[in-house]
């Protein structure tokens, strides 16, 4: 079974530009989530979809940080404009529920460098 | 918003020896997820935990879910040099900050 993919593996941009990060879940997993690890810190929830829709959002910078999950499948974080402190692991996990307690699965990551 | 807090921050240890971490929270959880990360990876799941007092192994792997569900523990028995990485604590979709484990061959 292929695990969670997502591309690129890294990315190097200067601050106020925009970029954008796509993964593709496991088959079949309806929840999808969206992490944001800066070094020397566990990940932070960015935003949380079951199926297309968003369940969770809350720690999403909304001002600069967009994502969405149209078909229900892959989904794309995007942040325009890019600052400093957005250089970070971008995480992608899913899981085939979303209850407290469902196995997330992760990505490898996209590592951001914003110069 | 909820915190965990896990310690100790980072473990310097020779390999054979006996490792343990644990992991509080001011809230109560349902349940206590551990993961280990390496290096350039994602976080891989190592042992989920859904019951108050629950003990489970994994190999050399032993968790422990708290009686009070705002605390638990993490054991490795008989440490090997690929045990080296970041054991993170989660419930919740909420992560601590990681235990770094080095074991010196």
């Known amino acids: 079974e292929a695990g969670v993919a997502q591309s690129p593996r890294y990315k190097i941009i200067e601050k106020r530009q925009s970029v954008a990060f796509w993964c593709n879940p496991i088959?079949?997993?309806?929840?999808l989530y969206w992490y944001q690890q800066i070094l020397g810190q566990g990940p932070k929830l960015l935003i949380q979809?079951?199926?297309?829709?968003?369940?969770?959002d809350s720690q999403l910078p909304k001002d600069r940080f967009s994502a969405e999950r149209l078909k229900g499948v892959d989904s794309t974080l995007k942040i325009q404009p890019a600052k400093l402190e957005d250089s970070a692991v971008y995480l992608c996990?899913?899981?085939?529920?979303?209850?407290?307690?469902?196995?997330?699965?992760f990505g490898p990551g996209t590592r951001l460098t914003v110069l | 918003g909820q915190q965990l807090n896990q310690s100790p921050q980072s473990m310097f240890i020779q390999e054979g020896e006996d490792v343990s971490m644990n992991c509080t929270s001011s809230?109560?959880?349902?349940?206590w997820l551990w993961y280990k990360q390496d290096p350039g990876e994602g976080p891989v799941l190592l042992i989920a935990?859904?019951?108050?007092?629950e003990l489970t192994s994994n190999g050399r792997l032993t968790a422990q879910f708290g009686i009070t569900r705002k605390d638990s523990f993490l054991n490795i028995s008989a440490s090997i040099p690929s045990d080296v990485g970041i054991y993170f604590c989660?419930?919740?979709?909420?992560f601590g900050a990681g235990t770094r484990l080095t074991v010196k061959p």
């Open positions: 996990a899913s899981s085939s529920s979303s209850s407290d307690g469902a196995l997330e699965y």
């Open positions: 088959s079949g997993h309806a929840t």
């Open positions: 979809f079951q199926n297309n829709g968003v369940v969770d």
């Open positions: 809230s109560i959880f349902n349940t």
């Open positions: 935990l859904y019951k108050a007092g």
């Open positions: 989660a419930g919740r979709m909420r």
